[in-house]
């Protein structure tokens, strides 16, 4: 379904994920993918804004999940590996690591935006995931430092056309390993993330706590060992890395 979803392309729209959920809305929940070549209301997670400058790649994937809202939970790290797939496909030797929970990084910078949003229609749960990658140009005014592929060493003929193609294929492959095996994605995403066994103050804005990185849990939880040596998951929010622990 995924594999075989049809791609329509915008020349300038809002954004691509507002364009899935107007179509979900209208309860054409079907598998497709949504792409541009400029947004002009692009945005990420906690309603951040997102830069859309030509050249870059804006997609959103709108397909319908049968599993639920429990499927909709994994989707955020297979998103992630897909795109650090993706961006290591075209990029030899990019190193791009995967900070909790779904930023694609290069050298401490964001290479990607990913947004993951659910709604039901007529019963069906869709999932618009979207994902947007620096192909071109590191956009200004988001909310940590960016790089692009191109600037990290990418062809100069890479267009968003060719690589979107090679994130469709990604985006299949790792989403059809959520479903069936989500465990092996976790420790795959474990392989490739960032700060683990470092210091992080991790969690929402108003409440961060520090510690140590030591996992995921079997939700995708980020495991923190605290300075008592307890435990603490944390479900939401952001990490951010304090100093490497000897």
Known sequence: MIQTAPVHWYDDIDSTSEEAKRRA???ETSAVWSAARQQNAGRGRLGRSWGSPVGNLFSTLLFPESGGLS???RVPF?????VRDTCEAVTPELGALLKWPND???RSQKISG?????GETNGVVWIALGMGI?????PDGVDQAATSLIQEGAP???TPDLLLDELRASVHRRIEQARLDFSGLLEAWLAVAEGRGERVQAGPVQDRIEGVFEGLAEDGGLILRLPDGAQRTI???DVDLVKRVS
């Open 25 to 27: 809305r209208r309860g």
């Open 114 to 118: 990913i947004l993951t949003e659910t």
């Open 104 to 106: 694609v990084r290069v």
């Open 78 to 82: 297979a998103a992630g590996l897909a």
């Open 156 to 158: 100069s003929a890479l």
């Open 71 to 73: 499927m909709a939970a």
């Open 235 to 237: 479900r939401a929010g």
């Open 134 to 138: 620096n192909l071109k140009h590191a």
